[in-house]
């Protein structure tokens, strides 16, 4: 029987941070190469840390995309995070693209040729989660989390708050009362300023009505332990304090721990990558099922084999919260949408530049764009679900 009353802890990082960074410029890139050729593979890699950037990895596409094109594409992502410091700076940050044609052996995997659909391009496991504790049918901790640092964000880029800087951390413990989110008992946030005199006192003083207007009425409270910029002074952040890699926050970027995980990261890949695209449909399928009301809590899991068109298993957890059959249910979704690498792509219509969006503060709980942004945020499936049972 699962637990009634407990904690739950869930982190977010800022678009600033340094891995955050890395995932926005790989991200970039294949929203240049889709937005040129919507049938372009990426798998693209970055490094940054002190005024370096260092970009690897393997791409198909148009060769009306040049390494300049993108390397300027780095530099306009970095200003438009915030970074002009003298250890990161987007105007003179050393820039190197070093990405090479995709291999071959991959590419006849993956594929579609005579009576052989396009397959996955690679093996793994991805799983989709939701749930009914918030508005976006995402765990508690991880939303709350997510909502502090957006709200930060906002104020720090309208001059609001201009001491404020582009690398920050967040970690909101929730506590749970009969299995429902009431109250938190700890926050936890660190932020990057740029005047050297702000104590942590100072720091707090700023960000906590923010904090405290971004969380649900009556879950602070006197008992709350507050945890801001606990070490001191942070002025030295983002890569010139710490090195990031492309694909390092798996976990902010999914359900914050509440769910598993399968372990493929998102950001640099092109939708043909399962890691990407099928955890994506793993979401949608997860959240129709919540959106349809069959269930409180939903667990999905999907697997699949490179150059393999349809998926290997499918897999639902409905936590002991479902109202229908989970055997059943499994069938029904197997069903309702094509599950393959191309089924998934044309479904949620993935061969866009979507995806520089989704670098920071979350893959899921997002509202759909008009554009096709966030399309596996969509709950168009709940009625088809709601029939079939």
Known sequence: MA?????????????????????RISDEIVD??????????????????????????????????????????????????GYEQDGFHWKNAD????????????????????????????????????????PSLMPAPLHYAHSILKRLSEVRHSGEQPTLGPDAKSQVTVRYANGKPVGVTSIVLSTQHTDENQSSADIRAI????????????????????????????????????????GRKIIVDTYGGAAPHGGGAFSGKDPTKVDRSAAYAARYLAKNVIAADLADRAT??????????????????????????????????????????RGIRTHLELNKPIYARTAAYGHFGREP?????????????????????
């Open 300 to 341: 999905i899991q999907l697997s699949y084999a490179i150059g393999v068109s349809e998926p290997l298993s499918i897999y639902v957890d409905l936590h002991g919260t479902g109202r229908v059959d989970e055997a059943k249910l499994e069938k029904v979704l197997s069903e309702i949408i094509s599950l393959s690498p």
């Open 3 to 23: 637990r009634a009353d407990y904690l739950f802890t869930s982190e977010s990082v800022s678009e600033g941070h340094p891995d955050k960074v890395s995932d």
């Open 207 to 246: 960000v906590e009505p923010y904090i405290r207007e971004t969380l649900p009425e009556g879950w602070i409270s006197d008992e709350t332990v507050w945890h801001v910029n606990p070490t001191g002074s942070f002025v030295i952040g983002g890569p010139d304090g710490d090195a990031g890699l492309t």
């Open 32 to 81: 240049i190469y889709l937005g040129a050729e919507p049938e372009a593979r990426c798998g693209v890699e970055t490094l940054c840390t002190t005024n370096r950037v260092v970009i690897a990895g393997e791409v198909r596409g148009p060769e009306s995309v040049t390494k300049d094109q993108l390397i300027e594409a780095a530099r306009a992502a970095i200003k438009d995070i």
């Open 369 to 389: 764009d008009a554009d096709g942004g966030f399309s596996w945020e969509k709950t168009d499936l709940a009625e088809a679900l709601k029939s079939q049972f």
């Open 95 to 134: 820039i190197a693209c070093h990405l090479h044609a995709q291999s071959a052996h991959i590419a006849q995997g993956v594929d579609a040729s005579g009576n052989k659909d396009e397959g996955a391009g690679d093996q793994g496991i991805m799983f989709g989660y939701a749930c009914k504790e918030t």
